[in-house]
């Protein structure tokens, strides 16, 4: 257990209407990933963090903005949520092994987000 | 840019007998490997990694994958599998020269194990 959480764990909002997602974690790791997970897409990285206040954009950034003031939370906002935006959205941690490499990554569990 | 292909989307097999989820990434460079597990309604669980050294992992509940640089493949087997390994698996590769930890994730296999 890697200590996240996520919350909402289900939201239903409509077009046009600001959403935050929260992630929180435990364990004071700190790299944190916010990923979107589509049928037929996998999973695809929204942002990430290296730290409080250090973000930056991954594959798929267009209509979110993040945000990390706590090494704990790292939030992600939809400024004005559209339907394509509809998914569900995961959070996950990962920290450096002993040579200062990052592997692999521990997940939250999801929050389903559908927008009408 | 690195890519990730799982080259079967659904996965039928009766429980009890063999199988084999596919996966094949783009780039022959250095790169860890990864397949994640996801059960109904939860997050991804980490089922093996591939850093480096033996090309053959394997995962505590029964699943192995071998690494093959030749062919940039990384398949997960399984000699026989249960009601319980239902689920959806992905394949995840990381060729990450900046150390962001970044992963790029297959569309996913959902094996679906029959009785």
């Known amino acids: 257990d890697a200590g996240i959480t996520q919350s909402p764990r289900h939201k239903v909002t409509e077009t046009g209407t600001p959403v935050t997602l929260r992630c929180h974690q435990t364990?004071?790791?700190?790299?944190m990933y916010w990923y979107r997970q589509d049928p037929g897409h996998g999973l695809r990285l929204i942002h990430y963090s290296y730290g409080v206040k250090d973000t930056d954009k991954g594959e798929v950034s267009d209509g979110y903005s993040v945000s990390r003031s706590k090494t704990e939370d790292f939030l992600l906002t939809l400024e004005s949520a559209t339907s394509s935006q509809t998914s569900v959205y995961f959070c996950?941690?990962?920290?450096?092994?002993?040579?200062?490499?990052?592997?692999?990554?521990?997940f939250g569990p999801g929050t389903r987000l559908t927008v009408t | 840019a690195q890519s990730v292909t799982q080259l079967d989307s659904q996965v039928p097999v009766f429980e009890e007998a063999p199988v084999e989820l596919r996966c094949n990434y783009s780039?022959?460079?250095?790169?860890?490997l990864f397949w994640y597990v996801q059960y109904p309604n939860q997050g991804l669980q980490l089922l093996l990694k591939y850093l480096s050294g033996s090309t053959l992992v394997e995962s505590i509940n029964g699943f192995e994958a071998e690494f093959n640089k030749s062919q940039t493949s990384f398949h997960l087997r399984k000699p026989s599998v249960h009601i319980s390994d239902t689920a959806e698996y992905f394949c995840?590769?990381?060729?990450?020269?900046?150390?962001?930890?970044?992963?790029?994730f297959g569309q996913g296999t959902t094996l679906q194990v029959k009785p």
């Open positions: 996950a941690i990962s920290e450096p092994s002993g040579t200062g490499r990052l592997y692999e990554q521990y």
């Open positions: 364990e004071n790791h700190r790299y």
């Open positions: 995840a590769v990381s060729d990450d020269p900046g150390n962001t930890g970044k992963l790029i």
């Open positions: 780039s022959s460079v250095s790169v860890y």
